[in-house]
C-alpha cells in the first residue's frame, strides 16, 4: 500500500531501511519515485526565487535518481529522511569572495537555511559551500562553487565514471587519489591569493600546475593499463 501524499518520517525512514538492506521489491521502488518525486514543488520554489529575486542562473535537477539515493544509503550511514541532496541546484560564481556574498544572499534570501562551508575542510579533496533549504518540510541543497572548484568536481566527477568509480568518494589507487587532492589544494590556494590580492603567491601555485597535471595524467595511464591489462 502506498503512504498517504504526507510522508511521515517514520515511513521515510522505513523505506530506506528496506533500500539499504537490498532485496528491494516493486512497490519499495515505486515509493522511492513518489518520495523523490514529492519534492518537486520545494526544488521549483527555491528556483524560482533565486532566479527572481537574485537574478542568478542555478543549474540542476528536481531530484537525485533511485540508483544515487540507494547507493548512498548504502554508502555512508544515513537515514533516508536526513538526506540534504535529494534535490538540488547549483550556482557557479568567479571567485571566493562572490561566493561568500552569494552564501550570504541565500541565507537572507530563505527563512530556514543550514550552511555546509567544505572550502577548508573538503570531502575527498571536494570544495564548495552547501547552503541547505528547509521549504514545505523537505530539503533542497544549493551548491555555491567557485569556477575553479566546479572544474575540479567535474574533473573528480569524469575519472569516476571512466577509471573508478570510487574515486569520487576517496577510494581507488592511491597516488591516483594523492595527486587529486594535491591539485584540490593548489586550486584553493590559488583562489585564497588571488582573494588576498597576493599575486606573486598565486604565481608559485600557478607554477606548480603543469608538474601536477603530468602526473596525474601519468597515474591515470599507469591505472588503466594495469585494469586493461588485469581484464
Not at 560564481?93 to 562572490?98: C, E, K, Q, R, T
Request: glycine share 4%; charged share 35%.
Amino acid at each position: 500500500m502506498a503512504p498517504s501524499p504526507e510522508w511521515t518520517k517514520s515511513q521515510v525512514d522505513r523505506l530506506g531501511d528496506r533500500l539499504r538492506k537490498g532485496d528491494i521489491s516493486e512497490d519499495d521502488i515505486r515509493l522511492l519515485d513518489d518520495y523523490r518525486h514529492s519534492f518537486t514543488d520545494a526544488y521549483e520554489d527555491v528556483v524560482w526565487l533565486i532566479v527572481h529575486e537574485l537574478k542568478l542562473e542555478p543549474t540542476g535537477r528536481r531530484a537525485k535518481t533511485n540508483a544515487s539515493i540507494i547507493d548512498k544509503l548504502r554508502r555512508e550511514s544515513i537515514r533516508l529522511s536526513q538526506m540534504q541532496d535529494i534535490a538540488g541546484c547549483r550556482i557557479v560564481v568567479n571567485d571566493i569572495s562572490a561566493q561568500d556574498k552569494v552564501t550570504a544572499r541565500l541565507t537572507e534570501l530563505f527563512e530556514r537555511t543550514t550552511v555546509v562551508d567544505r572550502r577548508q575542510h573538503p570531502s575527498h579533496g571536494y570544495r564548495a559551500v552547501h547552503v541547505i533549504v528547509t521549504n514545505r518540510d523537505k530539503l533542497v541543497e544549493i551548491q555555491v562553487r567557485t569556477v575553479l572548484q566546479d572544474r575540479w568536481a567535474a574533473f573528480s566527477e569524469r575519472l569516476s565514471d571512466e577509471v573508478d568509480p570510487s574515486i569520487k568518494y576517496g577510494g581507488g589507487d592511491e597516488e591516483l587519489i594523492s595527486y587529486l587532492h594535491e591539485m584540490s589544494e593548489v586550486s584553493i590556494n590559488i583562489e585564497m591569493a588571488l582573494n588576498r590580492n597576493d599575486l606573486p603567491s598565486m604565481v608559485v601555485e600557478w607554477q606548480k600546475w603543469p608538474d601536477l597535471s603530468r602526473r596525474l595524467g601519468d597515474a591515470i595511464r599507469r591505472v588503466r593499463s594495469r585494469d586493461d591489462f588485469s581484464n
